[in-house]
Nanobody, 123 residues
Framework: QVRLVETGGGLVQAGGSLRLSCAASGRTGSRYAMAWFRQAPGKEREFVACIRWSSSLYYADSVKGRFTISRDLVQNTVYLQMSSLKAEDTAVYYC?????????????????WGQGTQVTVSS
């Protein structure tokens, strides 16, 4: 079993920055992909960013240029650095892990999910 623990959510003013962290523990192996999704009230879960085992990076168009995904392989931790935040970024942000290492923009391939951390951007 893999456990994902997310931290870093909170309240931030529009235009500000915030960094989310997700630490993975358990039997992750060494070839996993990790991603961030978000879900606003009344909306479907939305892909935000992904880093594959190969280190390839993928971003949703809505966050490209503002968000950066990175990882620390030693700590098994993935980060999401969010800048120039907008009110539309308000959502619960979820960390996800794909043991196969490929990830993707849909939630189906991911094997494990974090509990979510709330990000609220005030305008």
């Amino acid at each position: 079993q893999v456990r994902l623990v997310e931290t870093g959510g909170g309240l931030v003013q529009a235009g500000g920055s915030l960094r989310l962290s997700c630490a993975a523990s358990g039997r992750t192996g060494s070839r996993y992909a990790m991603a961030w999704f978000r879900q606003a009230p009344g909306k479907e879960r939305e892909f935000v960013a992904c880093i594959r085992w190969s280190s390839s990076l993928y971003y949703a168009d809505s966050v490209k240029g503002r968000f950066t995904i990175s990882r620390d392989l030693v700590q098994n931790t993935v980060y999401l650095q969010m800048s120039s935040l907008k009110a539309e970024d308000t959502a619960v942000y979820y960390c996800a892990l794909d043991l196969a290492g490929l990830g993707g923009v849909l939630p189906g391939p991911y094997d494990y999910w974090g509990q979510g951390t709330q990000v609220t951007v005030s305008s």
